[in-house]
């Protein structure tokens, strides 16, 4: 039974306290190519429109991308990311002054300008520690979604000579430790295993079935398996976008053994289920 908690996850005057309700990140991919909705909101119009409609559905963060993370992606221009993620920024943080948006870049001067647009927290998909990137976090008191990539090119997988489980988890020990170092705080940290970043079936499932291993009493757990190939593999559905069903089983799974934010394509469905799916967890 999960209990709730006292403990928050900061980013600029906001936070969302960790272990009261499971928090629904809806994904909005302003791109051409990404893996299920790539071109759907890839004009501003239509990005702004989605956004306001996530917002409407209960979504507690917009994460907000202007380039394909999927894999064997190209990545685009940094001229080009700019172009497509920071008006869509502006306009949202324009309309929703309470809002909490998340900007999903690993480039400094991308998030830099995304923070300078209104962004409260930066997706960094990059498996790194950037010193740049720490100084600009701690410059606005933003968040910083720290993500285990496996640090090899799209699409490829590593031999994790430990196992996956014991990798990232060592990974995450070692980022906390820099960041911690740097002089942030904790609690403007939130981790995410990466699933499907250079992470096969068998290497997801794994990390699903062991994520309590990265539960940190005092640091937000994000996961991010939305519609992703392994869970097309665990329903032998092939089409991204009907993979509800499964999504919504894994990430049950996920919050059962502490994940605090679930990152999602299908916001309504998420808010729904969670509000049924918590008072299981939570207050049952």
Request: hydrophobic share 40%; net charge negative; proline share 3%.
């Amino acid at each position: 039974m999960l209990t709730a908690e006292t403990k928050k996850f900061r980013f600029r005057d906001k936070s969302l306290t960790l272990g009261e309700r499971t928090y629904i990140m809806g994904i909005l991919n302003v791109t051409p190519d990404s893996f299920s909705d790539g071109g759907l909101y890839y004009q501003q119009k239509e990005a702004v429109n989605r956004a306001r409609q996530m917002l409407a559905e209960g979504a507690d963060i917009i994460d907000i991308g202007g380039m394909s993370t999927r894999p064997f992606s190209e990545p685009v221009s940094e001229e080009e990311e700019i172009k497509r993620l920071i008006p869509v920024i502006k306009e949202v943080r324009a309309e929703n002054p309470y809002a909490i948006i998340s900007a999903d870049t690993y480039r400094i001067n991308v998030a830099e300008k995304a923070l300078r647009a209104g962004a409260d927290i930066i997706n960094d998909v990059s498996g790194e520690f950037k010193h740049l990137l720490a100084e600009l976090i701690k410059d606005f008191d933003a968040g910083w979604i720290i993500m285990h990539s496996g640090g090899v090119p799209s699409g490829e997988f590593p031999i994790y000579e430990k196992g996956v489980v014991r990798e990232v988890a060592d990974f995450f020990d070692d980022m906390l430790e820099k960041i911690t170092a740097f002089g942030i705080d904790k609690s403007r940290v939130c981790l995410d295993p990466g699933f499907g970043f250079a992470k096969g079936v068998e290497e997801n499932l794994q990390l699903l079935k062991n994520l309590a291993t990265f539960k940190k009493e005092d640091i937000a757990l994000l996961v991010g398996v939305s519609r992703k190939r392994f869970i097309g593999a665990m329903m032998e559905e092939v089409d991204p976008t009907q993979r509800l069903e499964g999504t919504l089983a894994a990430n049950f799974r996920a919050v059962e053994l502490g994940a605090d934010i679930v990152r999602v394509h299908d916001i309504a469905e998420h808010k729904r289920f969670f509000k049924a799916a918590d008072f299981l967890l939570r207050k049952g």
